[in-house]
């Protein structure tokens, strides 16, 4: 059973204007969770992460907010870039390991 | 700093044959993880070692699946005999150590497989 689900195989936005790519999951004892980025033929890069007792990371242009009562995240580019096209992974750690989303397609149009 | 590397990028085989990943991990990195990853699936984890012991391989096939990590450094994951259904991705990641609050995992450029 998919413990982390992001149900938005892909989007498409605008240069400049925000993107916003979401992910839900369904463990409660999930401890902090990770957004990845993955171009063509390389591995997930690591992008941002959040502590499972905090509800905003921001880091640059990426910020991403956690509603835990909603067992769900959220990562915000602003402003979207063309080189922000890749495809973004949502992780959740539990039990020392990740358990990882099936990943949004991201296209920024310029 | 070095990243994650892998070795093959690319491997085509046939069935039946069997075929070998190699996994250096950052410099440093206690823990070694391989993933298998599907075309449109994220990745799920295969194996977990810290040092040269394997402390999670609930997920993999051991009839056919092998891993080790003899020196607590590099890494090999092994298949024999491959099916079709192990055409994927093989991924290696690595990360300073997995009891860490916050600790992040570091992913190579995986290998991938395709058995026909």
């Known amino acids: 059973d998919q413990q982390v689900k992001q149900n938005s195989p892909s989007l498409s936005v605008q240069e400049g204007r925000i993107s916003i790519l979401n992910c839900d999951y369904t463990?409660?004892?999930?401890?902090?969770f990770l957004w990845y980025k993955k171009y063509p033929a390389e591995g997930p890069t690591f992008l941002i992460s959040i502590s499972s007792i905090k509800d905003k990371n921001e880091d640059g242009r990426f910020t991403v907010f956690l509603n835990k009562s909603a067992k769900h995240l959220s990562l915000h580019i602003v402003p979207s870039q063309p080189g922000d096209s890749a495809v973004y992974f949502c992780a959740a750690h539990g039990a020392n390991n990740l358990f990882f989303g099936t990943g949004t397609r991201l296209t920024v149009i310029p | 700093e070095a990243g994650v590397v892998q070795s093959p990028r690319y491997k085509i085989i046939e069935k039946k044959q069997p075929v070998a990943f190699w996994c250096n991990p950052i410099?440093?990195?206690?823990?070694l993880y391989w993933y298998l990853q599907n075309l449109g699936q994220g990745p799920e984890l295969l194996i977990r070692y810290e040092n040269e012991e394997a402390v999670d391989d609930s997920q993999l096939p051991k009839d056919r699946f092998s891993a080790e990590r003899l020196k607590g450094v590099d890494s090999t994951l092994k298949i024999q005999p491959a099916e079709l259904g192990d055409s994927a991705v093989y991924l290696c990641?690595?990360?300073?150590?997995?009891?860490?609050?916050?600790?992040?995992?570091?992913f190579g450029p995986g290998t991938r497989l395709t058995v026909l």
């Open positions: 410099s440093g990195h206690n823990t």
């Open positions: 463990n409660s004892m999930f401890d902090y």
């Open positions: 990641a690595s990360s300073l150590d997995s009891d860490a609050p916050g600790d992040t995992q570091y």
